[in-house]
Nanobody, 116 residues
Framework: QVQVVESGGGLVQPGGSLRLSCAAS????????MGWYRQTPGKQRELVAT????????NYADSVKGRFTISSDNAKNTVYLQMNNLKPEDTADYYC?????????WGQGTQVTVSS
């Protein structure tokens, strides 16, 4: 059974930092990409950052470029999102997605709140 588990969310002041982690288990096939997405009430889930596991190519939403960094530990099927200089508009539920050539699996999400 596939499990995708996020951790690391919480409350942080504007300008602060958080590091999200996502660990995947029970994956039967090779993972070719992992990514972070976020969603706020009433809005569609949006891409934050993705990484191709072979080669490490990354992609970021314009709104987080220069502030967020995605990385992965392929041996552990884990992806991280280092978030610096957080802004109130970064407040959202953050979801991890794991892509194989057979499926896309989502985690349950972790909440990030940026507020003073």
């Amino acid at each position: 059974q596939v499990q995708v588990v996020e951790s690391g969310g919480g409350l942080v002041q504007p300008g602060g930092s958080l590091r999200l982690s996502c660990a995947a288990s029970g994956i039967r096939y090779s993972i070719y990409a992992m990514g972070w997405y976020r969603q706020t009430p009433g809005k569609q889930r949006e891409l934050v950052a993705t990484i191709i596991t072979a080669g490490g190519k990354t992609n970021y939403a314009d709104s987080v470029k220069g502030r967020f960094t995605i990385s992965s530990d392929n041996a552990k099927n884990t992806v991280y999102l280092q978030m610096n200089n957080l802004k109130p508009e970064d407040t959202a539920d953050y979801y991890c997605r794991v892509d194989t050539f057979q499926a896309r699996d989502w985690g349950q999400g972790t909440q990030v709140t940026v507020s003073s």
